[in-house]
């Protein structure tokens, strides 16, 4: 018979003191256990007092062959020793998972009181820090009651300025009121008034309250970027469990300060010189004032003088006025209007150089913007990354002697490897492309290129660097369909591991598809975006930049997928993962 312990067949025995059966063998070795058996008979069933010949892994507990029709029925039940050959086949590695769960309790347990200081240090640390938030709270305050002071008073300006120009507005309607039924011709020219300046000083007015309309949006936008900087603060404290220095808010807040305190200068200069305009204007209406008393004196003259000659000399005096008047006029129009010229494209230039190179002001309608590639990067991470970790299958053929943590390994090396081509790559292509622009620019319009900052101001180059990115989904699908990128992704790596028929299944994947179309928009940001690559194996990293990717510790094992930063040396927008040691 085959014996339920040992699987082995033989004659079945049975030992006199205990009632033990088995084969001749498990009788020996049973004889070390043979006063416990006695004892507490494990080796018959509690329900049916049979020996017990099966193990439910249900219910953990060993059964006779009544237990698997009754209360064991459906149960996963398995031989005795089938059983025992299963479960010590896991026992080492549930050992092992034992040891290392009990070493990281033990960690936890003699990291607690060192956690507990820094927690108390933190505690002091946000006092602190609370006390340097408040101070520059109110001197910001201060800094914006002053700007707003003198807003309040160039607004009584205006104010008192169009209390003016009321009454000669009021005074010319009545004018033209009393002449538009007058017949005579001479009549009416000589008691007309051209209400034409007048109009004008009153445009002028209206312009600049447009301009302070736009002037209060800009006002919204003062409060957003100066709350700005303590919300971004409070959320990296929340995010990262620390308290970082008060240097970098304060900088922030002073540079809003100084921003908001140049607004309020040019606001300033503007209002000069409107004023100045509105004076200039007053010196032509008293002119047309002065023409017009003129022009009335010698209707007073033309009624009362009988002479038809000296009647025909004021005719033409009159006239010659109106032709004076007119010319005025059109240059007074043509002056207004190289001012406006000039003032769109000050207010055009201003605008450039405010949003130019600046990362911290962004187009919110961008579907572009250096946050949803970021938010991108993270999915790109997340879905095809790990829809790549199925190659495995692929090259375990040319791996053989390898295990499945180790092809997931050359995988990543691999999908590492390609991201990083990609990005180069995109960032070489995206610089050739501008400076070839601009040089061709320069050569045809003969223009002095020989430092790098005369090729930069080339005109024509903003307009360039719009079109490009408003097109930048059509140029990186290019980029893809010509197969213009990672052409030697392979040429001269250096890994011990790398695999030629991996790659190429790799670049045809969605994974490479959208490291291009990610890698094409990092490099035509203005600043370009920032992968990081200072990381070597064996340097330790920054744990607010770096996450752990399965194994723990403080140093580089390989980078798994590098941090993602707005520009060099900027804030970081995504963390990487790396594999690390102790």
Request: net charge neutral; aromatic share 8%; with cysteine.
């Amino acid at each position: 018979m085959k014996c339920i312990f040992c699987g082995s067949v033989g004659k079945y025995e049975q030992c006199e003191k205990c009632l033990f059966k088995g084969c001749q063998k498990c009788i020996v070795s049973h004889k070390d256990s043979c006063i416990l058996l006695m004892k507490d008979k494990f080796h018959f069933c509690e329900d049916h007092n049979k020996h017990v010949d099966k193990y439910c892994f249900d219910c953990f507990h060993l059964t006779c062959e009544k237990c698997v029709v009754g209360n064991h029925l459906n149960h996963n039940i398995l031989p005795i020793c089938e059983a025992v050959h299963n479960i010590r086949g896991d026992m080492q590695s549930s050992i092992e998972e034992l040891e290392l769960k009990i070493d990281q309790e033990q960690n936890a347990i003699d990291n607690g009181p060192k956690k507990q200081t820094e927690y108390k240090l933190l505690v002091k640390r946000i006092d602190v820090e609370e006390r340097n938030i408040q101070e520059c709270v109110t001197k910001t305050k201060a800094t914006l009651l002053r700007n707003m002071e003198k807003l309040q008073k160039t607004e009584d300006d205006k104010c008192t300025a169009s209390k003016d120009i009321l009454p000669s507005m009021k005074q010319a309607r009545t004018n033209l009121q009393s002449v538009k039924d007058e017949k005579n011709a001479i009549l009416f020219l000589s008691r007309w008034s051209n209400p034409r300046s007048i109009i004008e000083k009153q445009g002028l007015l209206q312009k600049e309250r447009e301009a302070d309309g736009k002037a209060s949006v800009i006002g919204s936008d003062i409060s957003r970027q100066l709350l700005d900087p303590f919300i971004r603060y409070n959320s990296n404290n929340n995010q990262d469990s620390k308290i970082k220095t008060d240097q970098d808010l304060k900088h922030k807040i002073e540079s809003v300060v100084k921003w908001t305190t140049q607004e309020t200068q040019e606001r300033e200069k503007e209002r000069k010189d409107h004023v100045k305009a509105l004076k200039d204007k007053d010196k032509i209406i008293q002119r047309y004032e002065v023409l017009t008393k003129a022009k009335d004196d010698d209707k007073g003259a033309l009624e009362s003088g009988p002479s038809g000659s000296k009647t025909s000399k004021l005719q033409q005096h009159i006239f010659d006025l109106q032709k004076i008047m007119a010319q005025n006029n059109e240059q007074y129009k043509k002056v207004c209007m190289e001012r406006d010229d000039l003032r769109n494209r000050l207010s055009s230039i201003a605008g450039d150089k405010l949003t130019k190179g600046n990362p911290s002001i962004t187009d919110l309608g961008d579907p572009n913007r250096p946050m949803k590639i970021s938010e991108k990067y993270g999915e790109l991470y997340d879905n095809e990354w790990t829809d790549c970790m199925e190659f495995t299958d692929v090259i375990k053929p040319h791996f053989g002697t390898l295990e499945h943590s180790e092809l997931e390994e050359i995988i990543i090396h691999h999908l590492y490897r390609l991201l990083l081509c990609c990005y180069k790559e995109c960032r070489m292509t995206s610089k050739n492309q501008i400076r070839t622009i601009r040089k061709t620019i320069a050569e045809n319009l003969f223009l002095n290129t020989e430092s790098e900052k005369d090729i930069v101001n080339v005109p024509g180059c903003k307009e360039v660097l719009s079109f490009r990115k408003q097109n930048g989904e059509e140029f990186s699908q290019q980029l893809i369909s010509k197969q213009k990128l990672c052409g030697n992704v392979m040429k001269d790596w250096d890994y011990c591991n790398k695999s030629d028929i991996l790659m190429q299944h790799l670049v045809k994947t969605a994974f490479f598809d959208k490291c291009v179309h990610l890698c094409w928009f990092m490099a035509i940001q203005e600043p370009k975006m920032f992968l990081d690559q200072k990381l070597l194996p064996g340097d330790k990293f920054d744990k607010n930049e770096y996450k752990e990717f399965v194994k723990s510790g403080d140093k580089v094992g390989y980078i798994v997928w590098p941090a993602l930063f707005l520009h060099e040396n900027g804030p970081l927008l995504y963390k990487g993962v790396v594999q690390a040691y102790i």
